[in-house]
């Protein structure tokens, strides 16, 4: 069993586990997924407060519906403490940050089969997301993407990754390992998530979104952010607009119209239509139309999609 086909994030927004005034209102902020983090977020002396405190956290998220995931520590000191407590407090996964191996991904899942059975969770229930962050995790990236069926996304980290290269997040040096992460998660079947750039600057909205509208343009599907202000952003872009559905719908009408009449290729507004731009443009509206069912259905429960 896999969780593939029901994961589809826009945006994941990063809340330190210990900063309860943000908690209160995260399940607003519209973000498809609230990461609670004990990693960078939060101060080395606050570690086992953050911790402390995931359980009150995670139920407060999810009584407003909200979709939580725990960014953990990837040092052995810190570990399997963070992963006992992300699966005690009944968050729905793990990020687990600098993957650089498939060995790293397969020691947490068989781990976690402990942990669900210590906190009498379901076998398989807790999903997990990759954040490739160095030069040898972006090597390493179409391994990882196979290496365990718990695995729903694979994410590339642009500020631990150009430190490591020793130059800026600049689109021009990361779009390629952007993109490098991008292709392993599509041929691995999970999906691609990341930004070939900072994530740290919320002042310019519009720089912002161009950095998506790129992203997109790679192959990534959605994004995490530090800041409820690009929560929106993330979710215009990856999320498609009523334009976009409009003209996607438009296309498919025409072509599928085409093939009955035993055409395989047609013209549309100076444009030729064939097969893959169809297939694009299908896909396109399943994803969004899904999203949209599961949004009406939150909604009939009182919960957020």
């Given at each position: ?32 997924v ?37 960014r ?29 191996s ?28 990759a954040l ?22 694979m ?34 079947g ?29 192959g990534i ?13 993330l ?71």
């Amino acid at each position: 069993m896999t969780h593939t086909d029901e994961f589809d994030a826009r945006s994941l927004l990063f809340i330190p586990a210990d900063a309860e005034r943000f908690i209160a209102k995260g399940a607003q902020r519209g973000a498809d997924v609230i990461i609670l983090d004990l990693e960078d977020g939060v101060a080395p002396s606050s570690k086992d407060r953050a911790r402390a405190a995931l359980p009150g956290a995670v139920k407060q998220l999810h009584e407003g519906g909200a979709t939580v995931y725990v960014r953990v520590n990837n040092e052995p000191a810190l570990l399997a403490t963070d992963v006992s407590a992300a699966v005690a407090s009944g968050a729905d996964g793990i990020v687990l940050p600098k993957v650089e191996s498939p060995r790293q991904l397969e020691q947490l899942d068989a781990g976690l089969a402990g942990e669900e059975h210590f906190a009498q969770r379901p076998q398989n229930a807790i999903r997990l997301i990759a954040l490739i962050e160095t030069p040898e995790g972006v090597v390493q990236a179409p391994a990882i993407a196979r290496s365990s069926r718990r695995l729903v996304a694979m994410c590339f980290g642009a500020e631990d990754f150009s430190t490591a290269m020793g130059i800026d997040p600049l689109t021009q040096g990361m779009s390629w390992p952007a993109q490098a992460v991008a292709i392993a998660a599509a041929a691995a079947g999970i999906q691609a998530l990341g930004l070939p750039g900072t994530v740290g600057d919320f002042s310019n909205p519009e720089a912002y979104r161009a950095l998506a509208v790129h992203a997109k343009h790679i192959g990534i599907r959605g994004a995490v952010c530090i800041h409820p202000a690009q929560v929106q952003v993330l979710n215009d872009v990856f999320g498609g607009s009523d334009a976009e559905a409009a003209a996607a719908t438009r296309l498919l009408a025409a072509f599928d119209a085409a093939v009955a009449e035993g055409k395989g290729a047609i013209a549309l507004d100076g444009k030729m239509i064939d097969v893959p731009i169809a297939t694009r443009a299908r896909l396109f509206l399943q994803r969004r139309n899904a999203r949209l069912a599961r949004k009406a259905r939150a909604g009939a429960t009182g919960q957020q999609a």
